[in-house]
């Protein structure tokens, strides 16, 4: 498990941490030993259970096991006293949206996964992450560029391989989307381990942990570089 751009550090991070991100696949957090999906809420639980394919439904799973980590490294309360709940911007309803942690007002939370990975971050303000698989691609353009600044699209197409740029850029996007805001710092990296592309929004200087089962001495810092947008 990992955050930052491509490095892993030395333990799960400093109790206390101003800010979390940790990035894994859906097997490593399953065999976690202190994640299991016991700790799920009966809300959550009642969520998963309609999801009929089992690789997706454990990927949802360890996104949300993997918040709680993020959250319980942060805060020091142990994962299973942390609750994280989700809210819609739009409908102002609970159970979907964006993720918080309720009576923690100045932490943001947001969780990401696909296809056998996950992300999670918590930290101060407006935070947000994004993971995708480093083979896709996302398409076609014509939709992009409905979804994402023309140019940006454009100069990405311009590149001998444009696959991989299209990807940064939609990571990227989907990070800040889920900051809610545009003004946050961002950066982007290559987890080659996982085979993974992640970006992360917001959480300036995030702690850089690696899977460990309990408390180990702090990871260095990373500060989060300008957005390059």
Do not use: N
């Not at 299991?36 to 998963?48: F, G, Q």
């Amino acid at each position: 498990m990992s955050s930052g751009p491509g490095r892993v550090g030395t333990g799960p991070g400093r109790v206390g941490a101003a800010a979390v991100a940790l990035v894994a696949t859906t097997a490593e957090v399953l065999a976690h030993p202190e994640l299991d999906e016991s700790l799920l809420a009966p809300w959550e639980r009642h969520r998963i259970a309609g999801i009929r394919v089992p690789a997706r439904r454990d990927d949802v799973v360890a996104a949300r096991l993997l918040l709680r980590l993020c959250a319980s490294r942060v805060t020091g309360l142990p994962p299973r006293d942390v609750e994280p709940a989700q809210r819609c911007p739009g409908c102002g309803r609970d159970g979907h949206g964006r993720p918080y942690l309720p009576g923690r007002p100045g932490l943001g939370a947001s969780l990401s996964h696909a296809d056998g990975l996950a992300a999670a971050v918590v930290g101060p303000g407006p935070v947000g992450i994004d993971v995708e698989p480093l083979t896709r691609r996302p398409g076609p353009v014509s939709v992009l560029k409905r979804l994402l600044p023309h140019d940006e699209v454009d100069a990405a197409c311009a590149e001998p391989d444009p696959g991989p740029a299209l990807l940064r850029l939609w990571v990227r996007r989907e990070a800040l989307f889920k900051a809610g805001r545009d003004d946050v710092p961002l950066t982007a990296w290559t987890d080659r381990r996982r085979a993974a592309v992640v970006a992360l929004a917001g959480a300036c200087g995030a702690l850089v942990p690696a899977l460990s089962p309990g408390p180990a001495p702090s990871p260095p810092r990373v500060a989060a570089p300008p957005s390059g947008r």
